[in-house]
């Protein structure tokens, strides 16, 4: 079975300081990769995907992400947090289901970053 | 503006009743989702529908039921014989359930509490 593993349940850090939020999966084929942001009070959100061509994947607000297929691993990263960064983040991989497709989630990270 | 919404925002029942929980969209997409969202468990597919009048059982659908009547509507019940039915459900959407690059829109959930 897919699954989709986030390593840290909660993150703590001081404004300015980096992050880097893990994310494996388990699936040997052709995946499409996606990491999900909902700040306090407010709804999911998309931050940013992968679908192919460079690994390297720029989204909103500063984040990245690379794609490490030999890892099957696809990490988020920022140089520098700031206190509107506290939110929960999600990791999602995409996945066939019947004649579709469907998102499996990661157990998300909880980041909260102090002023 | 178009997006999703679910009513309530809080629920409150006692254990051996159904409830029905509202998602209303408004963005013409194709394809609706129920997730439930739990504590370090990240979000697990509940029902998904791709079209009007068909649906899907995903990864815990035992103890819910759903409808897709309209395109715009997909309410979940929540029945008696859910044995963990507190939590907080999601419901999204995304243009075609068929097609990959479409990222899900999400409503802001609501929070069930069965005692």
């Known amino acids: 079975a897919q699954s989709v593993s986030q390593h840290n349940h909660h993150v703590i850090l001081s404004e300015a300081a980096s992050l880097e939020l893990g994310c494996n999966y388990s699936y040997g084929g052709t995946v499409n990769l996606f990491w999900y942001v909902q700040y306090p009070g407010q709804h999911l959100q998309l931050l940013l995907k992968y679908f192919s061509g460079d690994p390297l994947v720029k989204g909103i607000k500063g984040f990245e992400a690379e794609f490490i297929k030999s890892k099957f691993s696809f990490n988020l990263r920022k140089p520098s947090v700031q206190w509107s960064d506290t939110a929960e983040y999600f990791c999602a991989v995409n996945r066939k289901w019947g004649a579709g497709n469907m998102l499996t989630f990661g157990g998300g990270t909880r980041l909260m970053v102090k002023p | 503006d178009g997006g999703i919404t679910q009513s309530p925002k809080y629920l409150f029942r006692k254990e051996g009743q159904n409830v029905t929980l509202s998602c209303e969209q408004n963005l013409n997409h194709d394809a609706m989702y129920w997730y439930r969202q739990d504590p370090g468990q990240g979000l697990r597919l509940i029902y998904y529908s791709q079209i009007v009048n068909d649906f899907q059982k995903g990864d815990i659908a035992e103890g819910y039921s759903v409808s897709r009547e309209k395109k715009e509507s997909f309410p979940l019940t929540v029945t008696s014989a859910q044995k963990n039915p507190t939590a907080f459900y999601l419901c999204?959407?995304?243009?075609?359930?068929?097609?990959?690059?479409?990222?899900?829109?999400f409503g802001n959930g609501t929070r069930l509490t069965v005692t």
């Open positions: 999204a959407s995304s243009m075609a359930q068929r097609d990959i690059n479409s990222p899900l829109h």
